[in-house]
């Protein structure tokens, strides 16, 4: 399960859990999942400085939020984004978490990210997957998705 820091009534993802501030919140729904076998992730911000505080209160792996970098992806800003990235996912991997990643991702902008962001693991992409799949079909979609992934 991940767990998403959407308010009710939100219409998609804006940013990811903030530590020290949601540790108090989330403690309690983790440890319930973990009880349960559920593997946890939280939808993070690229922060470095966040992934130790999410492992310690008992996330498996975090969600890195992409909306930024899809956003700078073809500008000059896309180097600085990828970085950002990067420098959170070697945190992440450094405090025992696994690394998957979405918001925004698509076929243009997913080679780039995967290249330079290295230990991911899955990656979520629903809108951009939805949207090739009816021009595509399903199969060649996640055919090419595949391809792009190595």
Request: charged share 20%.
């Amino acid at each position: 399960v991940t767990f998403v820091p959407d308010s009710e009534g939100q219409f998609t993802s804006d940013h990811g859990w903030t530590f020290p501030q949601d540790a108090e919140r989330l403690k309690p729904l983790i440890d319930e999942c973990k009880a349960l076998g559920v593997r946890v992730s939280l939808f993070m911000d690229p922060l470095p400085e966040q992934m130790a505080a999410a492992r310690a209160v008992g996330a498996d792996r975090v969600e890195l939020y992409t909306e930024p970098y899809a956003a700078a992806f073809g500008t000059p800003a896309q180097a600085m984004q990828l970085q950002r990235y990067a420098d959170a996912a070697v945190a992440a991997t450094q405090a025992g978490l696994g690394l998957n990643a979405g918001h925004d991702l698509n076929r243009d902008n997913l080679p780039a990210f995967v290249t330079a962001v290295k230990g991911l693991q899955e990656v979520s992409i629903g809108h951009a997957f939805m949207a090739d799949a009816l021009e595509m079909g399903y199969a060649a979609t996640v055919q090419a998705y595949m391809d792009l992934l190595g």
